[in-house]
């Protein structure tokens, strides 16, 4: 595992997972009371394989992946849908912040307008999920789909 401090990994964890539970706990209930609307949770499309060098931080969008699927089942009878966007490598300040730590802050990144128009659409069209980004970076997700 690469040396970084115990704090920066917590906060990665509170960050991607704690808040990402403690948001939906919040926003769920009203929204599955009103009986319909949308929620996306912006995942990884390298959730599904291990983070090698970065192991924190492509863990807990893993779990925001498996979170978000997991909670689209459950919803699935409420008029709730849960999309995940699952974008590659973005152009966003998160590799100047990783410090080097992933490969693929040396390549193109894709355009984060793109990148969220794409999750908008998914969204709006009740997708369970949807991997964003350029073909050069995408690939196939390994996980069983939910429904629609």
Given at each position: ?148
């Amino acid at each position: 595992m690469r040396e970084t401090a115990l704090d920066a990994d917590l906060s990665v964890i509170d960050l991607n997972i704690k808040s990402t539970v403690h948001l939906a706990k919040l926003v769920l209930k009203d929204v599955v009371d009103r009986g319909r609307g949308r929620a996306l949770f912006t995942s990884l499309s390298a959730a599904t394989t291990p983070g090698t060098f970065n192991p924190v931080y492509n863990a807990s969008k893993a779990f925001v992946q498996s979170f978000a699927q997991a909670v689209r089942n459950e919803l699935k009878d409420t008029g709730v849908t849960i999309t995940a966007l699952m974008p590659g490598a973005t152009e966003t300040n998160f590799f100047t912040r990783a410090d080097g730590g992933y490969r693929a802050g040396m390549s193109d990144k894709d355009d984060p307008a793109e990148v969220a128009k794409t999750g908008f659409e998914a969204l709006m069209a009740g997708k369970d999920h949807v991997v964003a980004g350029s073909f050069k970076i995408r690939y196939r997700p390994q996980w069983p789909r939910a429904a629609g």
